[in-house]
């Protein structure tokens, strides 16, 4: 088992997932990194070493796939026998008005937002729980508290998943293992270009910060758990 932390991050490719790697990399854990872009993982996988990783795993994969799912897991728990932080992140959203969200949209989805991150943590969680110690991070959104228009599907992959993790986190702390939610208002990335009314670029705010708020959570005391975490602008006139 490798004798450094571990975390493994989905969504790793770009925005908030790679802000994340990249400040977990500084605190000096290896950074197993996902998502089906291999060549900007490899950007992020040099990235994240010259921060401090002392290891990468670069894993492509379609978390729309289960076997991408399973062969994900397996190359982790093989190679370094253990995962200290799972942070689910990667996510897809379309913005539609109701009438025009294709059933095609809606499950892709579902499969990333939802039903990847059912089935990733159930394969990564026994590994948590028999060494009891484990931290997840699920990446939500406001949209999984609030409604909002256009955002039917995603907004119910986000409630879907704040609900998901709730239970979770009753049953998981049981054994050690920490289950933290962030729900972040527009955050300036990829994604957020597509939200017509969003806040400009510069008053959103930046993955840099959702980064931030994970590792705060993170480094509280194994006895101390940040169950969800609502991240929003201090001021969404100035940024
Ligand atoms: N940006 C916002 O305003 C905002 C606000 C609240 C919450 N969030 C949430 O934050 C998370 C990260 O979003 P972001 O803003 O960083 O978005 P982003 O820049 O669009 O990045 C999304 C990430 O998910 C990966 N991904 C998408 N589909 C995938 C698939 N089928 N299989 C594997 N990986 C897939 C992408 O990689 P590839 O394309 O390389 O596969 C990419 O790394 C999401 O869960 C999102 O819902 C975002």
């Not at 977990?24 to 290896?30: D, H, I, S, T, V």
């Not at 943590?121 to 484990?134: A, N």
């Not at 959104?141 to 909002?148: C, D, I, R």
Request: aromatic share 6%; proline share 5%.
């Amino acid at each position: 088992m490798l004798d450094k932390p571990v975390i493994l991050v989905t969504g790793a490719s770009r925005g908030i997932g790679k802000a994340i790697a990249l400040r977990f990399a500084q605190a000096g854990f290896a950074c197993a990194l996902t998502a089906r872009n291999a060549a900007k993982l490899q950007e992020t996988a040099q990235q994240v070493t010259e921060a401090g990783a002392p290891q990468t795993l670069v894993i492509p994969a379609d978390l729309t796939r289960d076997a991408d799912i399973d062969r994900l897991a397996r190359t982790v728990l093989e190679q370094w026998g253990k995962v200290d932080v799972l942070v689910n992140n990667a996510g897809v959203l379309f913005l539609k008005p109701f009438t025009e969200l294709s059933i095609e949209e809606f499950d892709q989805m579902m499969a990333v937002n939802m039903r990847a991150v059912f089935l990733l943590t159930q394969k990564i969680v026994p590994g948590m729980i028999s060494r009891r110690t484990g931290t997840i991070i699920n990446i939500a959104s406001l949209a999984g508290k609030n409604g909002f228009k256009n955002g039917t599907g995603y907004g119910a992959t986000k409630w879907a998943l704040r609900g998901w993790a709730s239970s979770l986190m009753l049953e998981l702390r049981e054994y050690d293992v920490r289950v933290i939610t962030i729900f972040p208002g527009s955050v300036n990335t990829d994604m957020a270009g597509q939200l017509p009314s969003a806040p400009l670029p510069e008053t959103r705010l930046q993955p840099e910060d959702v980064a931030h708020a994970a590792f705060q959570a993170y480094v509280l005391p194994q006895r101390a758990m940040m169950s969800e975490i609502d991240l929003r602008p201090s001021n969404p006139k100035k940024g």
